[in-house]
């Protein structure tokens, strides 16, 4: 933590933390997942559950059986023996209560809008890349780049996470229960990131918009990371989110760093004149 | 991208070439090139296993110069031969493919000494040479290489491994990795990744002495580290000092006679699963590696940037 420095961003007459914009408004209304909807989408009935067993099955047959079972209206569905294979779950466009026993690979639950994903284990990288909205919980640790690139959701690790968590981040929420790698939030563009352990170096590299809330030690910021003064609005909203990721930890919310962006660097000085009016 | 993988049983000698060969298959999508194993077996009797090539495999996807090969059998008596006027002593010999060899011999002086004397042999290379030690590599996939050589049954502690995509240099033996820490013996290194200042290092180290058999960039490490411990760096040590000396993106595995270390560079930019327990420790750039050798629910992790570990057999 020594290296922060004390400047914030709200002295410097940049962050104010209102939450403006079109993506904003959708990715942080409580009720977002009632908020999308697919003209091919599956009528399904989370009563009515079944299982995959994925033991000797390739990726593309267990994506293709979750595809028919929520064409026969099957609203859980539970694969086991995953065996952390590689891209399983992904381009789920449905709601869907999908409950993983076992561990994923590379790449698991990557683009999906709606299900609510619960995984027993550990993931590989790049998990829930892409994510529009939904919820994925996952029990144990997590490989780098989590939560590459996500548009909304909840994403929740509830052990650790390697580098790159939130990277090019555009909207939603991460919470990590444990520790975090190096460039966490780098290039992030909206949404936001809750570490409640210990960060690596370079938190919030390039970090364009959107929050970071981190609960232990911070290695190092990156270029244009600064800290803002927590809100009592940030520790409801803290609170709320903490809650519904079912994480069991003690938090002083009153010790958590938040981090946002300073908006120095050059990319601000090319924005759009509506976005620069947003940013500033 | 390359595949990289290894294992160390704690105290326990089992069959590592069975286990390495399963990882590295799983790891097969990561580089079709060619396999490598460094394999830490039980020995023979304290001697030294010297494993050489006299020629390169220059089957269909080798980028290797096409030979005749009647030149191997001439070269291997001219190993013999040095071997024989070195003062060592050939115990055993046997011939694995037609360019490929693996001998038993004791020998009291000089490896460095020996190891030059060798690879005088035109086109002869060294794969290692070692007490526990023995290196393996080919073109193909984890299966071939390991039926070609026999290793499934091998037994041993611990092994590491690499499936190679070749990028910026041949689809050849000399290419492949594992690469032998020459002239240390029982030291051999497998890396994912990219080095950027290689030729830097390359050239300050043939200034010392050190000698390089490819122009692949991992070999970089192995003679890094041989140079390290030549001056008396601890192997951790000398782990550590590659995080700052080496540019580029890497994670790489090292193992000597006992241990087995996985370095990660200081932007964690090449993936690492690690599972540990009282037993073993199982390192892969996949999970779905490890879960070839330990099928059931385990926690793993990935290492964490600027990371450096050793576990001892």
Known sequence: ?280 | MCGIAGIIHKGKSTNVGGEMQKMLQSLKHRGPDSTGYALYGNGESNNYILRFKVGENVKEGSSAVMEDESVYQERVEQVNSKISTSGATLHKEEQITPYSYRYVISYDGDLLDLAKQIESVEMTEILSLGKSLELIKDIGDASVVANQYDLSDFAGTHGIGHTRMATESGVDIRSAHPYWAYPFSDVSVVHNGQLTNYWNNRRALEKKGMRFMSTCDSELIAVYLADKIRNGIDLEEAMRGSLDDLDGVFTYLVATKDKLGMAKDHMAAKPMVLYESDDLVALASEEVAIRTVLPEEIDTYDPYEGEVKVWQA
């Not at chain 1, 952390?84 to 561990?103: D, P, Q, R, Y």
């Not at chain 1, 709606?114 to 640790?141: F, Y």
């Not at chain 1, 590299?205 to 803002?228: C, P």
């Not at chain 1, 003690?250 to 300073?262: E, L, N, P, R, W």
């Open chain 1, 1 to 280: 933590m020594a290296s922060i420095k004390k400047h914030k961003s709200t002295e410097m007459g940049l962050h104010d933390e209102v939450l403006t914009g079109r993506t904003q408004q959708v990715f942080f209304n409580p009720e977002e997942t009632e908020n999308f909807f697919y003209h091919d989408a599956h009528k399904v009935d989370f009563n009515k559950r079944t299982e995959i067993d994925a033991n000797n099955l390739e990726c593309i047959d267990i994506n293709r059986k979750i595809n028919e079972l929520m064409a026969k209206g099957y609203g859980t569905i539970v694969i086991k023996n995953p065996g952390s294979k590689h891209s399983i779950g992904v381009g789920i466009l449905n709601k869907l209560n999908l409950i993983i026993e076992g561990s994923l690979g590379y790449f698991g639950i990557g683009s999906v809008d709606g299900p609510v994903v619960r995984i027993s284990g550990r993931v590989g990288w790049s998990c829930a890349e892409n994510m529009m909205a939904g919820k994925v919980v996952v029990e144990k640790n997590a490989g780098s780049c989590f939560g590459a690139a996500i548009r909304g959701g909840d994403l929740i690790c509830k052990g650790s996470v390697g580098a790159r968590s939130g990277i090019d981040m555009k909207g939603g929420t991460i919470i990590v229960g444990g520790d975090a790698g190096a460039f966490t939030g780098f290039m992030m563009q909206r949404g936001r990131i809750v570490i409640l352990g210990d960060v690596g170096p370079n938190l919030g590299d390039s970090l364009y918009d959107g929050t970071i809330f981190v609960g232990g030690s911070i290695k190092s910021l990156g270029a244009d990371a600064v800290e803002a003064e927590l809100t009592d609005l940030d520790i409801a909203w803290l609170k709320r989110k903490i809650k519904v990721s079912e994480i069991d930890k003690k938090i002083d919310y009153k010790k958590i760093t938040k981090i946002v962006s300073g908006k120095k660097l050059w990319n601000y000085d090319n924005l759009e004149p509506t976005e620069r009016k947003g940013a500033i």
